[in-house]
């Protein structure tokens, strides 16, 4: 069965940095892309940022281009969001997600999700 | 004001049968991407629920359908259950923007 485990999440001053984790097991992780989604209070989801297998290629959300950085280590079956420079726009639930194999772009199964929450 | 345009809430009574839309445009829905759609119950993770326009994941009950016309897609729900409740979201890719896109999100409440 597929687990994805995140960690990390808390309270951060705006201007801070946090570094997100998420724990993978069920699958085999390194032949998955992985992505990052993330859920405000009560708003809509948003995808942030996905990775591909071997970690050579990344795209963004454009919001956050610059200041977060997605990245994976394989032998650990783990997925990380490193966030810099944050604002209280990027309070959020944040999910890690396996991405759907073929066709278009998705996801097929999500963490239970992290809360990290800017504010001073 | 999201990419994927879904109502924000729709509702109907135990057995009956809604659906809900999710209206893009030529640089998403309409180019050919596929439409998946995300359930979430009781604000935990969201579960997919139909993945390329109209495909079941193993476990999810054929009460559930998709379909996609155009620029547009559909979820439908039949024989309604109080278990259903929830909210709903649409997903596809843009070319444009070139990033994965969401609908807001469609509360469903069974009456």
């Known amino acids: 069965e597929v687990h994805l485990v995140e960690s990390g999440g808390g309270l951060v001053q705006p201007g801070g940095s946090l570094r997100l984790s998420c724990a993978a097991s069920g699958f085999t992780f390194g032949t998955y892309w992985m992505s990052w989604v993330r859920q405000a209070p009560g708003k809509g989801l948003e995808w942030v940022a996905n990775?591909?297998?071997?970690?050579?290629?990344?795209y963004y959300v454009d919001s956050v281009k610059g200041r977060f950085s997605i990245s994976r280590d394989n032998a650990k079956d783990s997925l990380f969001l490193q966030m810099n420079s944050l604002t209280a726009e990027d309070t959020a639930i944040y999910y890690c997600?396996?991405?759907?194999?073929?066709?278009?772009?998705?996801?097929?199964?999500w963490g239970q999700g992290t809360l990290v929450t800017v504010s001073s | 004001q999201s990419v994927l345009t879904q109502p924000p809430s729709v509702s109907g009574a135990p057995g009956q049968r809604v659906t809900i839309s999710c209206t893009g445009s030529?640089?998403?829905?309409?180019?050919?991407?596929?439409v998946h759609w995300y359930q979430q119950v009781s604000g935990i993770a969201p579960k997919l629920l139909i993945y390329g326009n109209t495909n079941r994941p193993s476990g999810v009950p054929d009460r559930f359908s998709g379909s996609k016309s155009g620029t547009s897609a559909s979820l439908a729900i039949t024989g309604l259950q109080a278990e259903d409740e929830g909210d709903y979201y649409c997903q596809s890719y843009d070319s444009s923007l070139s990033v994965w896109v969401f609908g807001g999100g469609t509360k469903l409440t069974v009456l």
């Open positions: 030529s640089s998403n829905i309409g180019t050919g991407y596929d």
């Open positions: 997600a396996r991405d759907l194999v073929g066709g278009s772009p998705g996801i097929d199964y």
């Open positions: 990775i591909k297998q071997d970690g050579s290629e990344k």
